[in-house]
């Protein structure tokens, strides 16, 4: 790195096609490139190979990754070659063998256990060495971005998941003089002592934090004593050029998109609940009948791949209503690969109805009412906040009247009012500004700390 510029390293669990999280990467490092114009982008991510083809960077894994330190395989030829010549040696003296070495009392219980130990201890080298080398990593890094979404959570993968994730690149950091920013980030569900204990560590060893909501700031709060300003989600400054175009439709319909999530769901969810997980799916199909029933056309969208199978069994639950058949040439379905393709499907709707919460945050840049069905409280206070809150419902506890009546009262007020949104979203743009000339004073000045050491 030259003498002078700026290096900056973009954080977070991002990399598994959740396209919410992509677009606060894709933020981020359109606002740095604005406000520190030679700035040298790296992303840190769980899929670096992702995140280097998606943003166009040199990226890193947050976690360790054989498939990134080890790339290399061994020729197909090599291993059938070698698998033909292991089974060429099995003679039945070694099933004997076997089949004796079973009989003997505790022995199976005593290799279970040495093959943990021995794991366990594979696992403790292999993390020793990711260490050295994301230390290394950090060597010519001024500044440390940990940025946006949930990050202060232990519902998916306990205390060892995020939070020592993030203790640990903030330790590592601090080893190599790089500062360290938690940027408009997100907290909960997060209920373990040692999270708490973890995220201590980290956060009072940063040389910045911003909350995305006020909820955040009183759970992390309650129990790590540091006063933290809240800023927006940061894929409210993302910059996305609306076509302004749409196709027309009959007077009085829209086009509505709906965002289902597999919230409950045994395939994905932390926490399964076959029951909730019906109900739900049952009730958000309930509405898209309503929908098509009463003229309007209806899109089925994902935001991230987990959401994907859920939009085909949804579909295919309407191809199979009788009484919905007539109206199946307005259904359309869309799976987006990149954020630009999300933005479009959203920008080609009138209303959005969103279980994620980044399906409800990219809909206000483009002016589009929301109408949630929260799985958490982050949704619900944002649209509080934006003056739809008569247009929300609890995913644990609303029926399909409810929803029904709801979506019913957005429509007429769309068409009664327009529904404009654009106050908030500049307010909210306002303040992501005033949160990256922070970000850029707090860059501009490690790096006068380096050429000064530099100097010395």
């Not at 940061?234 to 027309?248: I, V």
């Amino acid at each position: 790195m030259q003498k002078g510029s700026i290096k900056i390293g973009v954080f977070g669990h991002y990399g598994n096609r959740n396209l919410g999280d992509e677009a606060i990467i894709e933020a981020v490092i359109q606002n740095l490139r604005h406000h520190i114009p030679d700035c040298d982008i790296v992303c840190l991510s769980i899929n670096p190979h992702d995140s280097r083809e998606r943003h166009g960077v040199e990226a890193f894994p947050i976690r360790y990754r054989k498939d990134f330190f080890k790339p290399a395989r061994e020729p197909t030829s090599t291993r059938q070659n070698s698998s033909s010549i292991s089974k060429s040696h099995s003679t039945p003296n070694n099933t004997g063998l076997k089949a004796t070495l079973k009989r003997i009392p505790g022995l199976k219980l005593g290799v279970k256990t040495l093959g943990r130990i021995l794991d366990g201890w594979h696992g403790l080298k292999q993390e020793v060495g990711f260490l050295k080398s994301g230390r290394r990593y950090l060597d010519d890094m001024d500044l440390l971005l940990i940025t946006g979404s949930n990050q202060f959570l232990d519902n998916f993968g306990g205390a060892w998941g995020f939070p020592y994730t993030l203790m640990k690149w903030t330790l590592l950091a601090r080893m190599a003089n790089t500062k360290v920013a938690y940027v408009s980030i997100g907290a909960g569900p997060l209920e373990r002592r040692l999270s708490f204990w973890m995220l201590r560590v980290a956060l009072k060893r940063a040389d910045y934090v911003s909350y995305r909501d006020e909820g955040s700031k009183r759970l992390i709060e309650s129990r790590i004593s540091i006063d933290a300003p809240v800023y927006p989600d940061l894929a409210h400054a993302l910059r996305y050029p609306s076509p302004g175009h749409q196709p027309k439709l009959e007077e009085g319909a829209f086009h509505v998109a709906v965002n289902p999530m597999p919230v409950f769901d045994r395939r994905y969810w932390y926490q399964a609940d076959d029951q909730k997980f019906s109900a739900y799916v049952g009730k958000l199909t309930d509405l898209c009948r309503h929908v098509l029933k009463k003229g309007h056309h209806l899109t089925l969208f994902s935001t991230q791949a987990k959401d994907e199978l859920l939009v085909d069994e949804m579909h295919q639950t309407l191809v199979s209503d009788p009484e919905i058949a007539p109206y199946m040439d307005r259904v359309s379905c869309a799976k987006s690969q990149q954020v630009g393709e999300l933005m479009r499907v959203i920008d080609g709707a009138d209303l959005i109805v969103a279980t994620r919460f980044h399906a409800t945050v990219l809909p206000l840049q483009l002016n589009k009412p929301v109408l949630g069905v929260c799985y958490y409280r982050k949704a619900a206070e944002l649209l509080d906040d934006i003056g739809l809150g008569d247009f929300h419902v609890d995913i644990n506890d609303f029926s399909t009247n409810e929803l029904v009546e709801k979506f019913q009262l957005l429509t007429e007020r769309c068409l009664n009012d327009g529904l404009s949104l654009s106050y908030h979203n500049e307010r909210y743009q306002a303040l992501l500004e005033e949160q990256y000339r922070k970000i850029a004073d707090l860059a501009e000045l490690s790096i006068q700390g380096q050429v000064h050491a530099l100097n010395q």
